[in-house]
């Protein structure tokens, strides 16, 4: 893939817009470091994401929009919330919320969890994509996984040269650091992430994951969950990939995209089943299949 490199201009931005809605992610420039934008609500968008990025594990990502109205349609705002909100947006903060059972993320955006992570960013470049695009994106870091976050054009080029369609040069971001991440979704507020803007919150515990920037495991089902399974048992909901069939498949063809952007969806429809217990069948360890079988090695292993 040729990935081309255009200075921000009205052309580029609705050159970037195309690429979103046609389902490819596209690196941009935030105030805090270059982001990696793709539709939130499009599962196979962002999984492209995690594809270029090389991630190896599905961890939740910020959605960025417009303006609180547009985080309001999304997530459900607590009085502190709309409080911080009204104080540091647009700017460098991310308020995780309670998900809007509404809203029509996809949920490879969330993990699986029930809470998302908002930011109204506050660059030219950003906010004329949201525009553009009329769309929510997902925006991680726009560099390899573990890789050194990119605050200028040439950096995230050096990274992710060859695997993006496009990136578009700003210049260099004004913050160079993450945005601070803070959780209102019940009891005090919580420090997950420190970043530019200093909050009043307790740190989180990192026993889980809720947001970026956390290392722990996450969205797990409540069910055992058996993975690498060939024959599942009589009391297991079976998913299954490519040719080895089951109650559902992450992808009939074996397409990684689609079985990225299917995992979670599936996990929840396998543990509101009937059946007591989960089976997943092998899914191939190279590209995004590595970030596939990382995230049931961990929902395999919080059930032991």
Do not use: C
């Not at 009204?86 to 919320?97: I, K, N, Q």
């Not at 004329?128 to 976050?149: E, M, V, Y």
Request: proline share 9%.
């Amino acid at each position: 893939m040729e990935t081309r490199v255009l200075p921000f201009t009205d052309d580029s931005i609705a050159e970037a817009a195309r690429l979103i809605l046609a389902g490819e992610p596209v690196a941009v420039p935030t105030e805090t470091v270059y982001g990696l934008a793709a539709d939130a609500t499009n599962a196979e968008a962002v999984a492209r994401i995690y594809e270029a990025k090389g991630r190896p594990g599905f961890n939740p990502l910020i959605v960025h929009v417009p303006d609180l109205a547009a985080a309001l349609q999304i997530g459900d705002f607590s009085e502190e919330a709309l409080r911080l909100a009204g104080s540091h947006w647009p700017g460098p903060l991310t308020l995780v919320v309670p998900l809007r059972k509404e809203a029509r993320i996809a949920s490879i955006v969330t993990a699986g969890l029930p809470s998302v992570g908002l930011r109204v960013p506050d660059h030219p470049a950003m906010r004329a994509l949201l525009r553009a695009t009329g769309r929510p994106l997902a925006a991680p870091s726009a560099n390899a996984s573990g890789s050194i976050s990119p605050t200028k054009a040439a950096h995230v080029l050096r990274s992710l040269g060859g695997r993006i369609p496009l990136i578009v040069d700003g210049g260099s971001t004004t913050q160079g650091i993450e945005s601070t991440i803070v959780a209102a979704t019940g009891g005090p507020l919580r420090l997950l992430r420190r970043g530019p803007i200093e909050v009043d919150a307790a740190p989180a515990s990192r026993s889980k994951i809720e947001s970026p920037g956390q290392l722990a495991s996450h969205y797990a089902p409540s069910k055992p969950l058996r993975i690498g399974v060939t024959a599942a048992d009589a009391d297991e909901y079976l998913i299954g990939f490519g040719d080895a069939d089951g109650d559902a498949n992450l992808s009939h063809d074996g397409d990684l995209v689609e079985a990225a952007a299917r995992l979670f969806d599936l996990l929840h429809e396998a543990d509101q089943s009937p059946k007591p217990r989960i089976a997943v069948a092998p899914v191939p360890g190279e590209g995004l299949g590595a970030a596939i079988n990382d995230r049931l090695r961990r929902a395999a292993a919080d059930r032991q």
